[in-house]
């Protein structure tokens, strides 16, 4: 048997190496152009203005990444792993090339898609590429390996994008993620064959149902700008009937999206689900955490950006402080995660607005708000997989990403709602920045409020069941 040292040394040396780096650079693009597009969007909206739309850059950038990585499948069988890589990284490329030129917000928008959808390619292919390129010995360390990337994006991201956007340079921060876009393409080329092709193969994407998923956080997106309250609760009501004409469908569907069970309050694995939603929602707020950084408490870029990653921060110090827990303790984090989290939000809705809160003070309930999600997040998981049903494995795994995807594009659009109705555009300004963080923190705390309630019923059904 190999030791833990050895295998590490095969994972990353020689050409093994260089392909962890090609598929950890994947994940690492998408992942940095999140943070650098969150820390530079207080500075982008005081140049080219579109104040309104400001929710609009995660929510399209999200919703256009689910699509991008449901095509990952049928990408890699007909034109093969290095084809569809390249193609991925282009229009990644393309989208980061526009975003950095948008003369106006709309512009912004539009190739902030084209960036979600090449970005939700390149994630879903990491991952997918591992089997397929890698002996199995070292799977469990290539997907750590690049999973670890989203660590390595709340460091360099917030930087890259700080510092550009306190220089007043805001577009360089998209220019200089294409130098690494070359570099990657050089790898891809070299160090990635035509694997996995099977034009024979019959591989078909849910298009009508993908559709119907994006279609319901675009509408709620798109009623957010409405200034009739009547307006907006329809849109929200038209949103949950697209998800209720997609579970419909979900259930009959010979290629499903979640697992058979999942669609359901009544069983274990539909609670987990549901769970992993709205905590994942919970954390969305952070994409108006640097706007109100700056303009509440007068922050600088750079520093804005660092303390909204606490929240990514808090995440990963709260699933690694509980992994490898008893049955008996995980009931307890199912409800003590949702818990800490909603109390971490309420907070934020009282000292947010108060210019005079301490900068530790904020620190600290930021990174709570990511803690609680943390807390129960790898149990969530392996629930998922305990709970799946026999041969769905696969789908239940896939399904996460999916959901989380989801639930972030949804959660920014309702963050978005919230925050107009609030006052962010009109008063605008100071007095609009407050009255909006009260709002948004207040609407969010239902989120873990309602995850709270399910992590009691998941509880008792942990202590019900046979040890």
């Known amino acids: ?121 390149l994630l879903s ?20 390996l690049i999973s670890s990337m989203w660590g390595i994006a709340t460091l360099i991201g917030p930087a890259i994008g700080g510092m550009f956007a306190q220089g007043g340079h805001w577009r360089w921060a998209f220019w200089a993620v294409l130098p690494v876009c070359v570099l990657l393409a050089v790898l891809l080329m070299t160090q990635i064959g035509a694997v996995g092709r099977d034009r024979g193969a019959r591989v078909s994407v849910p298009f009508g149902r993908i559709g119907l998923l994006v279609g319901s956080v675009l509408v709620v997106s798109a009623v957010s700008l409405s200034a009739s309250v009547l307006m907006q609760l329809a849109g929200v009501l038209l949103g949950l009937v697209l998800v209720v004409v997609l579970a419909r469908l979900d259930r009959h569907a010979a290629q499903r999206f979640l697992p058979e069970g999942a669609w359901s309050l009544r069983s274990p694995l539909g609670r987990l689900y549901a769970m992993i939603g709205l905590m994942s929602i919970g954390v969305t707020t952070e994409v108006f955490v640097p ?64 210019q005079s809160a301490e900068a530790w003070v904020l620190s600290a309930l930021l990174f709570g708000v990511g803690l609680g999600v943390g807390l129960c997040w790898p149990h969530l998981m392996t629930g998922v997989f305990r709970h ?31 925050a107009n109705i609030g006052g962010f555009t009109e008063p605008g300004g100071l007095a609009g920045a407050q009255s909006a963080a009260v709002v ?19 509880r008792r059904g942990l202590r019900l069941s046979p040890s």
């Not at 750079?302 to 049955?327: C, E, Q």
């Open 440 to 458: 948004v923190y207040a609407v969010f705390t239902l989120a873990p409020a309602a995850a709270i309630w399910l992590g009691l019923r998941t």
């Open 388 to 418: 799946a049903p026999k041969g769905q494995q696969e789908i239940a795994s896939a399904a996460i990403t999916t959901l989380q995807m989801y639930a972030m594009a949804l959660g920014a659009g309702v963050a978005g709602m919230a």
């Open 291 to 354: 706007y109100f950084l700056q303009v509440i408490h007068g922050q600088t870029p750079l520093v804005a950006g660092y303390l909204s990653a606490l929240m990514s921060a808090g995440w990963s110090v709260g699933s690694l402080a509980t992994s490898g827990r008893g049955p008996v303790m995980v009931g307890r984090i199912f409800v003590a995660g949702p818990l800490v989290s909603f109390a971490a939000l309420a907070a934020l809705a009282i000292h947010m607005p108060a």
């Open 125 to 144: 292919l990491s991952y997918a590429t591992v089997p397929l390129v890698f002996d199995q010995r070292l799977w469990a360390r290539a997907m750590g």
């Open 1 to 121: 048997m190999q030791t833990a040292s050895s295998s590490w040394h095969e994972l990353l040396w020689g050409r093994n190496g260089l392909r962890s780096f090609a598929l950890a650079g994947g994940v690492a693009l998408h992942a940095i152009n999140i943070f650098i597009a969150t820390t530079i969007l207080p500075s982008v909206v005081q140049d080219i203005g579109g104040l309104e739309y400001y929710a609009w850059n995660t929510t399209l950038f999200v919703a256009a990444s689910i699509l991008g990585s449901s095509c990952a499948p049928i990408g890699i069988r007909r034109l093969g792993l290095r084809m569809v890589f390249l193609l991925a990284l282009g229009v990644f490329a393309l989208g980061t090339a526009g975003c950095a030129m948008a003369p106006s917000m709309p512009w912004l928008l539009f190739w902030r898609t084209w960036q979600g959808l090449g970005g939700g390619l």
